[in-house]
């Protein structure tokens, strides 16, 4: 038996509220613990966006009432909104920002409205984008000219991790995280293993080559943190017609990251590094007291969907064999989890800006 601390998810998209029927923030949390995740960090993108006093009050309510592990609630950059989001800095993880191919309304095409959020957010926390290849580094070279910090989300290509190795060796205030899905799925890999239909491949930013993937592999020094990119959509939606991207992924982090520890392609060091130290320095997260997670890291077991605490009732890594399973989860004294059992209520996680 190992004990880690408990893990921090930086990218979480928890549906409520609006979109209950794909998840709440009851199932995501439950989901959270189940995977060793103690603390997670809340996307805005819902129904309606989180952009204002209003939706952010809209969305830690339902927290508050539901939550059974911590939790942060992004503020979601708008097209006339940079101001307010600045002025609600404080009782938010940080500002994201939506700069290219997405799920909801939040998509920033016009670079000058990127500019008011470059020039207004205060910088305490990081400026996250959504931003691949090209925009990527547009967003990189904004950071630099307000010198702001920025965390780039879900890395997935070779060039995006090169292009961010040189900008930190040349002072740029950047950051990155990388998703489970991208380290160990390929596109091509995944629609002949995982995929009964098309859209169970589909994703943003999508899979990318066994090249690409094999960089970010090579490239894990310059990666600061895993995160999850939660998505949760219905296994009908999935299947339907025009299938919403997005994968389900806070319940089985851990263990695929496990798997690759017991193969020799990560450390346990890594691991606490990238999912506990480097999201809590970034976001300027508090310290949980008395939280930890025990993972038997010899048993061996298979992901099922039929066994998991998210809504949505399906994972992209449904019958994998992975070694490394989470036993017991405490979060400030409280066993959380246990054998299987989610052991604390509704309304027990703690809003970590207020
Ligand atoms: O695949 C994705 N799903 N990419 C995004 O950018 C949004 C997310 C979602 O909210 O479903
Ligand atoms: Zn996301």
């Given at each position: 038996m190992i004990r880690l601390p408990g893990l921090i998810d930086?990218?979480?998209?928890?549906?409520e509220p609006g979109q209950t029927h794909k998840e709440d923030w009851d199932t995501v949390t439950q989901s959270a613990l189940a995977g060793g995740v103690t603390m997670l960090l809340a996307m805005p993108n819902t129904k309606p966006p989180i952009f204002d006093e209003s939706t952010l009050n809209l969305a830690l309510d339902a927290a508050k009432a539901k939550a059974r592990c911590d939790y942060g609630q992004y503020l979601g950059a708008g097209p006339d909104n940079a101001a307010e989001v600045a002025r609600l800095a404080p009782r938010s993880a940080a500002l994201k920002m939506y700069l290219?191919?997405?799920?909801?309304?939040?998509?920033?095409?016009?670079?000058t409205l990127w500019l008011e959020h470059f020039r207004q957010?205060?910088?305490?926390?990081p400026i996250v984008t959504h931003s691949e290849s090209r925009s990527m580094a547009a967003a990189l070279w904004m950071a630099q000219m307000f010198d702001k910090p920025i965390h780039i989300a879900h890395i997935s290509l070779r060039e995006e991790v090169l292009l961010i190795k040189a900008a930190k060796e040349h002072g740029v205030k950047v950051t990155c995280e990388v998703c489970p899905h991208h380290l160990f799925l390929d596109l091509v890999g995944a629609q002949q293993c995982?995929?009964?239909?098309?859209?169970?491949?589909?994703?943003r930013p999508r899979l990318a080559t066994k090249a690409d993937v094999d960089a970010l592999w090579a490239n894990?020094?310059?990666?600061?943190c895993f995160a999850t990119d939660h998505a949760p959509h219905t296994l009908a939606e999935k299947d339907g017609e025009n299938p919403p991207p997005g994968f389900p992924g806070v319940e089985t982090m851990l263990p695929l990251l496990l798997t690759a520890v017991s193969e020799g392609r990560l450390t346990v060091e890594q691991i606490v590094e990238k999912a506990v130290t480097n999201p809590r320095r970034i976001f300027k997260l508090p310290e949980q007291p008395e939280t930890w997670v025990e993972v038997d890291e010899k048993a061996r077991y298979e992901i099922k969907a039929a066994e998991?605490?998210?809504?949505?009732?399906?994972?992209?890594?449904?019958g994998w064999k992975v070694k490394g399973k989470v036993i017991k989860v405490v979060l400030r004294g409280e066993t959380a989890f246990e054998n299987g059992k989610i052991l604390v209520k509704p309304g027990f996680g703690q809003n970590v800006r207020a």
């Open positions: 930086p990218h979480v998209h928890v549906r290219d191919s997405t799920f909801g309304q939040l998509r920033l095409d016009d670079m957010w205060p910088g305490e926390t995982c995929a009964p239909t098309p859209g169970r491949v589909e994703v894990l020094d310059v990666i600061d998991m605490h998210s809504r949505c009732g399906w994972t992209p890594f449904e």
